[in-house]
């Protein structure tokens, strides 16, 4: 055996020992480790072939070993991004405006549904910049593609769509599946990966919740926000619209994304707010937190509070 062997062996040993350190440490809940902890961006080598993710990645999410050995088949060697987790603790000023948009959530809630939904096409139509070819989209939700098909129709940007629900991530492949610039996968955003049995509810599924108290026969796949940007490449290519309609999984994705520095990567953050589904806990607190840790990268372009807005990065016009 070669000496340029033996080193190239004991290169991918270090390269391997190291990828997984990084796993475990990502995976520890102590926030002072976690403080500056650099991450892992899958390289897709291209953005314009989104890689697949199966339902498979949900059972070795959770150990080290096994993910990193997957992830190099499925997509090559990963290599070290400069996406970091960032200290989610609210300054003093913060502080107070959270205080101050939790004393007035009641009343905001009560009074931007009846102002938003005269106006609901400027969530389709606020984003002109998607008209670029280079565009890249991702909805989080996407049901059947009413909102998917007045995009594709408005801009035909490159759009990954992420639906949790199987029965209706068939619908829209079919419905595009003439159109290669249009990814779907059978995933929905949130703070874990997690299988959820619900039931269908609402007009085409549309208020289907994983929140919902009440316990249906269908499965409804989620995985860890933080984990599928990563996959895909996020880091190494901007996402320029995240759009979110989920039924209360943008409490989660949003709070997963905003503890590390990925969201720095999402040019346009627009979601939907469903503040009244009955197991969503402390809605009105958890938006206002939000809301605080969006203001340090991000400024509203609109916004209806409780109901739907958008955001936009502040180095962009």
């Known amino acids: 055996m070669t000496s340029s062997t033996n080193c190239l062996k004991l290169g991918i040993i ?19 480790r976690l403080e500056r902890t650099r991450l892992l961006v899958i390289d897709s080598r291209s953005y314009k072939h989104i890689p697949e993710i199966q339902l498979d990645m949900l059972k070795n999410s959770n150990e080290s070993k096994p993910i990193v050995e997957s992830l190099k088949r499925k997509y090559g060697e990963p290599h070290i991004s400069g996406i970091q987790t ?3 603790e609210l300054t003093p000023e913060e502080k107070e405006r959270f205080r101050i948009c939790v004393e007035n959530g009641p009343r905001d809630r009560d009074q931007n549904g009846s102002k938003f939904w005269p106006n609901e096409q400027i969530r389709r139509t606020h984003h002109t910049y998607l008209s670029r070819d280079d565009a ?13 098909s007045e995009f594709v129709r408005l801009y035909n940007p490159r759009y990954i769509i992420l639906e949790p629900l199987e029965e209706y991530a068939k619908i829209l492949a079919e419905k595009f599946k003439n159109n290669t610039r249009v990814t779907v996968v059978n995933l929905g955003l949130g703070a874990k990966n997690e299988i959820t049995m619900v039931k269908i509810e609402g007009n085409n599924a549309c208020a289907t919740s994983k929140f ?29 619209l995240l759009t979110m309609n989920c039924e209360g ?8 994304i905003l503890s590390t520095t990925l969201v720095e990567h999402l040019r346009n953050i627009q979601f ?46």
């Open 272 to 317: 939907a707010t469903h503040s009244t589904i009955p197991g969503l806990k402390d809605p009105i607190q958890r938006y206002c937190r939000i809301q605080q840790l969006l203001l340090r990268t991000h400024r509203p372009t609109y916004q209806y509070k409780y109901i739907w807005e958008n955001w936009r990065r502040r180095d962009l016009s």
């Open 249 to 256: 999984c943008e409490f989660e994705a949003l709070e997963t």
């Open 212 to 240: 919902s108290s009440v316990q249906g026969e269908t499965p409804l796949y989620v995985t860890n926000s933080t984990e599928f940007l990563l996959k895909i490449g996020l880091g190494l290519f901007d996402i320029d």
């Open 136 to 148: 890249v989209m991702m909805e989080v939700g996407g049901n059947k593609g009413d909102d998917a």
């Open 86 to 88: 960032v200290n989610s």
């Open 14 to 32: 270090i390269v391997t020992g190291v990828v997984i350190l990084l796993l475990l440490l990502w995976s520890n809940n102590d926030s002072r």
